[in-house]
T-cell receptor, first 118, second 109 residues
């Protein structure tokens, strides 16, 4: 079974631009979550999509948005990029969702997209 | 919002047993405790999960006391390849998931 894939792996953008990141979950997983990871803040939850609906959202500004398609693939968009948006963006898929901390519902993470904003 | 507390970092020599304790005072009745491991430039990966008492797999053991307000991840005879960040996860119910900063384990030769 193929793992979670994320594209692109690396991105360099300038302030004010926007960026779209893509995530393909493990086949059969309907939940896709996005996380931002920075050295100072650790791993922070952005949002979760389940069956094309955003079910849960972290404490990030509206510049961060996402969507999920009928095949469970998900995209994340960041508009008006700021220097502080430089981070590793991780996508994770699971059967039931990250807030269901129950057996056999582990999250499977992709390799991440390294975004650098100049 | 449920919160977990772990030591920020730990050092250990190769071959030693390492115990990382996590406190999760607001854990919900139905929640399980899950630990993830993350190597540099990779996404976290699941290592072990438990509800109470003790769970053991080929990688680690997880000890959970009766009150479930804390848990201890035990890594037997660590090697250099166990150098990673370890996250304790307890969502505390239908709330936003938080991994926190985790515990950075450095294994020394």
């Amino acid at each position: 079974k193929a793992g979670v894939t994320q594209t692109p792996r690396y991105l360099i953008k300038t302030r004010g631009q926007q960026v779209t990141l893509s995530c393909s979950p493990i086949s059969g997983h309907r939940s896709v979550s996005w996380y931002q990871q920075t050295p100072g803040q650790g791993l922070q939850f952005l949002f979760e999509y389940f069956s094309e609906t955003q079910r849960n959202k972290g404490n990030f500004p509206g510049r961060f948005s996402g969507r999920q398609f009928s095949n469970s693939r998900s995209e994340m968009n960041v508009s008006t990029l700021e220097l502080g948006d430089s981070a590793l963006y991780l996508c994770a898929s699971s059967l039931a969702g990250p807030n269901m901390n129950t057996p056999n519902n582990e999250q499977f993470f992709g390799p991440g997209t390294r975004l650098t904003v100049l | 919002l449920a919160k977990t507390t772990q030591p920020i970092s730990m050092d250990s020599y190769e071959g030693q047993e390492v115990n990382i304790t996590c406190s999760h005072n607001n854990i919900a009745t139905n929640d399980y405790i899950t630990w993830y491991q993350q190597f540099p430039s990779q996404g976290p990966r699941f290592i072990i999960q438990g509800y109470k008492t003790k769970v053991t797999n080929e990688v680690a053991s997880l000890f959970i006391p009766a009150d479930r307000k804390s848990s201890t991840l035990s890594l037997p005879r660590v090697s250099l390849s166990d150098t990673a960040v370890y996250y304790c996860l307890s969502s505390g119910g239908y709330q936003k998931v938080t991994f926190g900063i985790g515990t950075k384990l450095q294994v020394i030769p």
